[in-house]
């Protein structure tokens, strides 16, 4: 499935907050096809690689070459890229203030200029698909967890990404709505859809990952494929975190 | 106990019907009315726009090393809206009227427009807070999730932050509402013919205090009744998202 079309390109990326380096230079390479699972201890800027790579946090050295543009240049709309990349949160963040079907139409509407109809349309399709179509006129807060994570991945794939960056999307479920979210994913990733994937979920990594990366203090410790990657880690700190976590 | 209902009834007369007094109170509510309309109008819109430009500047500009002429921009309209805020809510609103009337409105003498202005720019600065308090309040998640569908910050504020923060805030903003159409009773110390001085006039013609003075003060409470109950109307359809 992997192409060497490299969508997202990272180089030498660094992060600090007030002072306080979190990420200290990473260099990677997102193709498409890819489902890259980023995995490594809380504090360890996973989160903070991730949402780099879509600007929520700016960063303070180095590129991010989306699609052949340097998206951290001032000059870039980065509006118009992230339209191009969706993103779904740990706390889901959906708009309690309206309906499931409008979460889902709004950016198509406003921002792809698509009519009603054909917003709604699609939207129906995406619910259809996640077997939430009977919810299209419920309010955020009358969904559990786990629907409300699968509204949210339907609302970023509403926009037709490039590709999906998932901040710890199971970590805020309840155990056993985790695996209707990651039905959601592993289908999508079978379709070949673009994915960055932060995660605690080792089986998921495993199974659906086409490369696993352990960001350590703000480096890439290690990045392989799934079976050496679990198999035959390298790196001391990884072959801990795995003792700790498998 | 004859004479007590007979000298009722005189007050009651000369009170509402000698010179078609109802009348005059009449007019003194709608002048009342009128005020408080254009002022809540006023208040709505010059609040917004300085919440706007405050949690802009608290949230966007601030935090930001390079800045571009539009951060500037934002960067002086926020000064300016701190002195406004400092000056507006650190003096008496019948002193800003006064100043309004007597110095800025020296040569037209428009009092109703003074009134109208004064109450109006009062008005702002408390709706400007109570409205950068919910912004405030919304969830950094909802911004976050806004502009990674590629939103920018006016569309994410006009679709996602502000519906959301004026459904938290409309409590707080009713009570500002209260207060200034009870703080339009002032308006009678730049020569307005508002409810409360229309009243007063009255009861200094008449010499009789008890029917004009209760009849002003039950006619405000029934107003904010009515405003009472309207608010709490729509407070209860905005919120037919929570379930």
């Known amino acids: ?61 180095g590129r991010i070459l989306f699609e052949g543009t340097d998206i951290t240049d001032p000059d870039v709309d980065i509006n118009l890229h992230r339209q191009k990349m ?45 077997g939430l179509a009977d919810r299209a006129d419920a309010y955020p807060n009358q969904l559990s967890g786990g629907q409300k994570q699968r509204i949210a991945i339907v609302r970023a794939l509403a926009m037709n990404p490039d590709v999906l960056l998932f901040d710890e999307p199971t970590s805020a479920l309840d155990p056993e709505m985790v695996g209707e979210v990651l039905d959601v994913m592993k289908s999508l990733a079978k379709e070949g859809m673009t994915m960055a994937v932060v995660t605690h979920e080792m089986g998921f990594a495993r199974e659906v990952g086409t490369k696993v990366v352990f960001i350590d203090e703000g480096v890439i410790a290690e990045e392989n494929t799934p079976e050496e990657f679990f ?3 390298q790196n001391p700190r990884l072959q801990e975190f795995l003792s700790k976590v498998l | 106990m004859q004479e007590f209902f007979s000298t009722l009834q005189d007050n009651f007369i000369s009170t509402f019907i000698t010179e078609d007094r109802w009348t005059q109170l009449l007019s003194g509510l709608g002048i009342t009315l009128l005020i408080t309309f254009f002022a809540v109008i006023i208040g709505i819109i010059l609040g917004c726009l300085i919440a706007i430009v405050r949690s802009t500047y608290e949230t966007n500009v601030k935090t930001k090393k390079k800045l571009r002429f539009s951060d500037y921009v934002i960067k002086v309209l926020n000064a300016i809206c701190k002195v406004y805020l400092t000056i507006i809510r650190g003096t008496p609103v019948v002193v800003q009227l006064m100043i309004m009337y007597f110095i800025i409105f020296a040569n037209s003498r428009d009092s109703i427009l003074a009134a109208i202005l004064s109450f109006g720019i009062n008005s702002g600065a408390y709706v400007a807070e109570i409205i950068r308090s ?14 990674s569908l590629g939103f920018n910050y006016k569309d994410t504020m006009i679709h996602i932050i502000l519906p959301q923060a004026f459904k938290n805030v409309l409590p707080a903003l009713g009570n500002e ?27 200094s013609r008449t010499y009789e205090a008890f029917f004009p003075l209760i009849t002003i003060a039950a006619v405000y409470l029934v107003l904010v009744m009515i405003l009472t109950f309207f608010l709490g109307k729509l407070e209860r359809r905005l919120r037919n998202s929570d379930h």
């Open chain 1, 1 to 61: 499935m992997t192409t060497n079309d490299v969508l997202i390109k990272v180089e030498g990326l660094e992060k600090s907050f007030d002072g306080v380096e979190v990420l200290k230079g990473i260099d990677a390479e997102i193709h498409k096809g890819d489902v890259i699972v980023i995995i490594g201890a809380s504090g360890s800027g996973k989160s903070t690689f991730l949402r780099c790579l879509n600007l929520l946090e700016e960063p303070t050295g």
């Open chain 1, 86 to 130: 969706g993103m779904v949160f740990q706390q889901f963040n959906l708009f309690p203030h309206k309906t499931v079907l409008q979460n889902l139409t709004l950016g198509p509407i406003k921002l792809l200029k698509q009519s009603k109809e054909e917003a709604n349309k699609n939207a129906m399709e995406l619910l259809e698909r996640v």
């Open chain 1, 231 to 233: 198999n035959n880690p």
């Open chain 2, 134 to 147: 919910g912004i405030m309040s919304i969830d950094k998640g909802q911004f976050e999730a806004s502009r």
């Open chain 2, 177 to 203: 509402f209260i207060v200034l159409l009870k703080e339009t009773s002032v308006a009678g110390y730049v020569a307005v013919q508002d409810l409360t001085y229309v009243g007063n006039l009255i009861r």
